[in-house]
């Protein structure tokens, strides 16, 4: 399966929505606190326990990521591309295998409303791109596919 850019960029805006929409709660203490109670209730109804309760610290790094994750989600909405999709992939293999590696430990449930839906997003960002039929060489429709849509500037100007 070779995707078109187009289909592709319309991936990247779609995975950027997905994430300004799950994580804009993480980004204060006051909505973070909020969404604590409603996950550790989600992990019960799944057969869980109540999630540990949450100090500052820990608060801290929660609003940390959902900063970080809720700014790079406008960057792509704003500017999507091939290489920002491409990142976003990679970002994702690595919550996904953070937070795996945190269900082996703690067996939360939980964790599966989160590492199935970053794996998939992972996977469908690292797809193929179809090449492009329009004019010009192979190489600037390789090259293309690998880079944003702005234009490179040489550094005498041009």
Excluded at 62 to 83: H, N, Q
């Amino acid at each position: 399966m070779r995707l078109s850019t187009p289909t592709y960029l319309r991936i990247v805006r779609a995975s950027a929505w997905y994430d300004l929409l799950l994580t804009a709660p993480f980004a204060t203490p006051w909505s973070f606190a909020v969404l604590h109670e409603r996950l550790s209730a989600i992990n019960q109804l799944l057969g869980g326990a109540a999630l540990p309760a949450f100090g500052p610290f820990h608060i801290l790094f929660a609003c940390l990521m959902g900063s970080v994750v809720l700014t790079w989600s406008v960057l792509r909405l704003r500017a999507p591309s091939v290489r920002f999709g491409r990142y976003d992939g990679v970002t994702r293999l690595l919550f996904a295998a953070w937070m795996a590696w945190a269900l082996a430990l703690t067996g939360v449930p939980l964790l599966w409303i989160f590492v199935v839906p970053e794996s998939a997003w992972c996977l469908v960002q690292w797809l193929p791109l179809a090449q492009d039929s329009g004019a010009g060489s192979g190489n600037s429709t390789s090259r293309a596919a690998l880079t944003s849509a702005a234009p490179m500037r040489s550094s005498r100007g041009g």
